[in-house]
């Protein structure tokens, strides 16, 4: 039995290793969009928040480094700060020059406000869309260096360069007052290690309640849709403007915010 178990892990452990590959290829977002179960599209948002807080106390970084002044939950956090009738827009993937600025545009135009998670290598690339996000008002999240939706399957090193590298980068770009306020793995691939490194770090783990897809590019139809059908699962809605032509996102939220303010819905941001 134990035989096979090392066996099944050696598996399971190369195929890992092709996954982890295929995600750190740059567009490869957009080139799994034919798969509904690709790991940017699992519900660990969701499924994370169910997980014991105490699972990340054995294996916590705290226990050899000093935990940073601004320390927050490791809980993974959907609701809104915002008391009352709220939503969370979150965009991901960010920044790239073309579909940034056209999200930042559309928000302005309904006078909304967004929490932008970041990837660190694309914060470097493009450090003045960083700063044009921040001086929008907009908050800022961790989205890791490179995107690596297998991240969770890699050594605690590496996910721990992933994060704190990538947060360095973004302050790098927004400017020394900014802050980072969350911390969102790429597709959800949390482990309890990562959130308390995010944690101890100011970071609040970042999930989502409402999944528009729009980085499929379904259709600007179904992108609106999913966020009437879903609302009702939480405030926090995920889109994105990189990871490829997000023309549809741009074009759905000209409709999906004026839809939210109608329904008396205030544009706030996730709890801290
Ligand atoms: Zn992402």
């Not at 959130?195 to 970042?206: I, K």
């Amino acid at each position: 039995m134990a035989r096979l178990t090392a066996r099944t892990r050696r598996l399971a452990m190369a195929a890992v290793s092709v996954l982890a590959l295929a995600a750190t290829i740059p567009g490869c977002v957009a080139m799994a969009t034919e798969d509904p179960r690709s790991p940017e599209h699992r519900q660990d948002g969701k499924r994370n928040a169910m997980q014991s807080p105490s699972s990340a106390q054995s294996r916590s970084p705290s226990a050899t480094a000093p935990a940073a002044p601004g320390r927050v939950s490791d809980s993974i956090t959907h609701e809104s700060e915002t008391p009352g009738k709220a939503v969370n827009l979150t965009i991901d993937d960010g920044p790239e020059p073309i579909w940034t600025l056209k999200v930042l545009e559309v928000l302005k135009k309904y006078d909304a406000k967004a929490t932008f998670c970041i990837i660190g290598s694309r914060a470097k690339e493009y450090p003045e869309l960083v700063k044009k996000v921040v001086a929008a008002g907009h908050r800022l999240c961790d989205h890791s260096v490179d995107h690596n939706t297998a991240m969770d399957k890699r050594s605690e090193p590496y996910q721990q360069q992933q994060i704190l590298d990538a947060r360095k980068m973004i302050l790098d770009a927004a400017g020394r007052d900014a802050r980072v306020f969350y911390y969102r793995a790429p597709g959800g691939a949390f482990t309890p290690y990562s959130r308390e490194v995010a944690a101890s770090h100011g970071m609040r783990p970042l999930g989502w309640n409402v999944d528009t897809h729009d980085w499929t590019n379904p259709g600007v139809q179904r992108i609106v849709d999913a966020v009437h059908r879903d609302l009702h699962e939480g405030p926090t809605i995920l889109f994105h403007d990189g990871g490829g032509n997000r023309s549809q996102t741009a074009a759905a939220l000209d409709q999906i915010l004026p839809w939210l303010r109608s329904q008396g819905y205030a544009f706030g941001y996730p709890k801290v």
